[in-house]
Nanobody, 123 residues
Framework: VQLQASGGGLVQAGGSLRLSCAAS????????MAWFRQAPGKEREFVAG????????YYADSVKGRFAISRDNAKNTVYLQMNSLKPEDTAVYYC?????????????????WGQGTLVTVSS
């Protein structure tokens, strides 16, 4: 599976962005997916995850109520809608795919990673 993240950019605090992650391969619908992010000088952290069917989602406390993860298996794409953005959301955002069922915060459970897309939130 190859993952291509897009949609990052510069936005003012309080604004919104939608990230997309397009996946290659016919088995996308069998993968759990997630978004992680990495700010300068910090470790990569979990943001949100979604089950293979889309019926289950899980969020980091820091983004709960502001971000929403979704997927379209017909388009081999997972999305991250980010609202009410804050300067502390500034980071490179990565999508990840897990051939198992885990869609939580365990980085080591993800088999494939995209290249990342930069989100910058100005105050």
């Amino acid at each position: 599976v190859q993952l291509q993240a897009s949609g990052g950019g510069l936005v003012q605090a309080g604004g919104s962005l939608r990230l997309s992650c397009a996946a290659s391969g016919r088995t996308f619908s069998t993968y759990a997916m997630a978004w992680f992010r990495q700010a300068p000088g910090k470790e990569r952290e979990f943001v949100a995850g979604i089950s293979w069917s889309g019926g289950g989602t899980y969020y980091a406390d820091s983004v709960k109520g502001r971000f929403a993860i979704s997927r379209d298996n017909a388009k081999n794409t997972v999305y991250l809608q980010m609202n009410s953005l804050k300067p502390e959301d500034t980071a490179v955002y990565y999508c990840a795919a897990n051939s198992g069922q885990h869609y939580g915060a365990i980085r080591g459970s993800y088999d494939y990673w995209g290249q990342g897309t930069l989100v910058t939130v100005s105050s």
